[in-house]
């Protein structure tokens, strides 16, 4: 009884398989196996998210300590940089950094030496 059943499965299983074939072999819908060929411009892009990381890289950082004391001005500006990308060693230049916000604190900080050294 239960190899009966089984067999009986077997034949509608393989049956509706081969029906199913059958009927996508025989649907000739060339329309879809074909497409018109036109002469033009073919853009391939590639669009993608994410964030590249160099093979080798070292990040570069002013100073932010100058003797026991935090120095650090409003935000620096970069006036000049080598293009990304590009091989450098050590001692070649890299960037070059808004000097004004510098310049004006050290004018500041000189101002109050003077008066203090006066006022001593």
Same mark, same amino acid.
């Not at 034949?11 to 009927?23: D, E, H, N, R, T």
């Given at each position: ?34 497409? +018109? ?5 073919? *853009?391939?892009? #590639?669009?993608?998210? /994410?964030?590249? &990381? =160099? $093979? ?20 620096? +500006? ?5 293009? *990304?990308?590009? #091989?450098?060693?050590? /001692?070649?230049? &890299? =960037? $070059? ?24």
């Amino acid at each position: 009884m239960k190899k009966t059943l089984i067999v009986t499965g077997a034949i509608v299983g393989v049956s509706l398989l081969a029906l199913g074939l059958f009927i996508s072999l025989t649907n000739n819908d060339t329309e879809n196996n074909f497409a +018109r060929v036109e002469s033009g411009y073919f *853009e391939i892009s #590639v669009e993608s998210t /994410g964030e590249l &990381v =160099a $093979e080798n890289s070292v990040d570069i950082k002013g100073p932010n300590l100058v003797g026991n004391r935090r120095f650090r001005p409003s935000p620096v +500006r970069i006036i000049d940089m080598v293009p *990304e990308g590009t #091989v450098v060693k050590k /001692g070649d230049f &890299v =960037a $070059e950094l808004d000097r004004s916000s510098f310049v004006n604190s050290l004018k500041d900080e000189q101002d109050e030496l003077r008066i203090a050294q006066t006022n001593y």
